[in-house]
């Protein structure tokens, strides 16, 4: 199983970047996916989890600005980040859990988008 995120970019504070993350590979299903963040020097940091039922939590920090959403029949999850700050720059990774074929759970990490807010 793989995952690949896109969509990450350079945008000026205040605007919208929205964010791609497809899953890929022989699986039985894709639960719960997550899209964390991590800036040079900080700790990783989750910015927003979505279950398979579509159920959604986020970071303080992004509450009311960032929303996380998923096509389960496309494998892929999506963050749509509006009002953008300069310290929502950041390398964002996607992540998920999925029951592999032989029934057992693990979890995935993609690559990581990068997204820069300049002020």
């Known amino acids: 199983v793989q995952l690949q995120a896109s969509g990450g970019g350079l945008v000026q504070a205040g605007g919208s970047l929205r964010l791609s993350c497809a899953a890929s590979?022989?699986?039985?299903?894709?639960?719960?996916m997550n899209w964390y963040r991590q800036a040079p020097g900080k700790q990783r940091e989750l910015v927003a989890v979505?279950?398979?039922?579509?159920?959604?939590n986020y970071a303080d920090s992004v509450k009311g600005r960032f929303t996380v959403s998923r096509d389960n029949a496309k494998n892929t999850m999506f963050l749509q980040m509006n009002g953008l700050k300069p310290e929502d720059t950041a390398v964002y990774l996607c992540?998920?859990?999925?029951?592999?074929?032989?029934?057992?759970?693990?979890?995935?990490w993609g690559q990581g988008t990068l997204v820069t807010v300049s002020s």
């Open positions: 590979g022989s699986m039985l299903s894709l639960e719960t």
């Open positions: 979505i279950t398979r039922g579509g159920s959604t």
């Open positions: 992540n998920a859990a999925v029951i592999r074929l032989d029934g057992g759970v693990s979890a995935y």
